[in-house]
């Protein structure tokens, strides 16, 4: 689809997103429709556990550690590695050498009767946690892939990191980035050189050459931040973001596009207001930016939160509103990083609250049903 009419849809679409109620967007969503009774026959603690993904602290871990608790009760269904703890700034967290990281994900696995996902930020260059200080490959951002737009290139570098997840157990990456170097000012994306290029043709060729890689080496990849967060002038990590003026529906082409190329794994949302595609609510919140995800794009895939204990999302909406109307929203996965803020008994908070909103009928059963069989069916695919 050219540009330009997939532009202009877009905005067709926005336009009627306007006149769309809460209700009726969920009228369309088939997820929403499901009964409970297709859904595996699975407790609902369980179910939710599996919608949990957490930071944690630890270079190893043993039946005592929190999170090998967690894993064991079914809290969580994933994990994500940093090798900076920001709330104590130190630069031990997760990561310290090859052969550690490997053991460490063996011991996370080997706690769990469902395969973990085992998360990372490995998007290269100034976003990139296995650093050659800890003995892993060199890396290079994304800009520099871009601008060079050369599939050989992005092949090697792509390859290495496949390669280095691979050696380690790490089956997800939250990579690519495929947002538009709109602004090359912005905080979070341009100024980190995070985006491949402002021109949706080569984020998503670029794009395209880092997931296969990863894919013929079995491992996962998160495509974010949707709807396109490379327009914004700040950083939602630190509090509220709107891009009602600076966004443009062309940021969508690239999720549009790996969607259609039936490439994609995982679309990570973006904790950004957006009025012209949902006047009360946040990406990550909104049904209406579900909506076309699900509906226009025919996403029917997993779809996971950026980190709910981001400032965007934290400083702005309470933590129970947060997390009922993400997952009313169709967000299947809630990332909880705990490394803005560390929260030691995050999924049993979390877990607790979802069932909560479960059994008192604020969120339908059904709703958690579509998420976890999603989630299974991606899994599935780590067990081959």
């Not at 909406?317 to 967000?331: K, Q």
């Amino acid at each position: 689809m050219r540009a330009t009419t997939f532009r202009h849809k877009c905005e067709e679409l926005i336009r009627l997103a306007f006149l769309c109620s809460v209700i009726a967007v969920f009228g369309v969503m088939s997820p929403f429709s499901s009964s409970a009774a297709d859904g595996p026959e699975t407790d609902i603690e369980s179910k939710i556990g599996q919608m949990l993904m957490v930071g944690f602290r630890g270079l190893a871990v043993d039946a005592g550690s929190p999170v090998i608790r967690d894993v064991r009760a079914g809290r969580v269904g994933g994990v994500i590695l940093f090798d900076y703890d920001v709330p104590s700034s130190t630069p031990v967290r997760n990561i310290k050498s090859p052969s550690q990281v490997k053991k460490l994900v063996g011991a996370l696995q080997g706690a769990s009767s469902i395969p973990l996902f085992v998360a990372i930020d490995q998007e290269g260059g100034r976003v990139c946690r296995l650093k050659e200080q800890f003995g892993f490959p060199p890396s290079v951002s994304a800009q520099h892939l871009g601008s060079l737009d050369s599939v050989e290139t992005t092949k090697k570098y792509a390859d290495t990191t496949a390669e280095t997840l691979s050696a380690l157990g790490i089956n997800l990456n939250f990579a690519p980035v495929v947002d538009l170097n709109t602004n090359p000012d912005n905080p979070v994306i341009g100024k980190l050189e995070r985006s491949f290029s402002a021109d949706p043709a080569v984020v998503t060729r670029q794009a395209l050459v880092v997931i296969d890689s990863l894919h013929e080496l079995g491992i996962l990849s998160a495509i974010k931040h949707f709807p396109g967060h490379g327009s914004s002038a700040a950083d939602s990590h630190e509090g509220f973001v709107d891009i009602t003026e600076t966004w443009s529906p062309e940021e969508l082409i690239p999720f549009d596009k790996i969607v259609k190329a039936g490439k994609c794994d995982m679309i990570m949302t973006a904790h950004v207001f957006n009025g012209k595609l949902d006047l009360r609510w946040p990406a990550t919140l909104s049904p209406e930016v579900m909506h076309i995800l699900r509906d226009y794009m025919g996403y029917e895939g997993v779809v996971v939160s950026d980190d709910m204990q981001m400032k965007a999302i934290s400083q702005s909406y309470g933590f129970e509103t947060a997390i009922e109307r993400s997952v009313l929203a169709g967000v299947d996965i809630l990332v909880f990083a705990n490394n803005s803020v560390f929260e030691e008994d995050i999924a049993s908070k979390a877990g607790a609250i979802l069932e909560r909103l479960v059994r008192q009928g604020e969120i339908p059963a059904a709703r958690i049903d579509a998420s976890y069989r999603r989630i299974m069916a991606l899994k599935e695919r780590l067990r081959r």
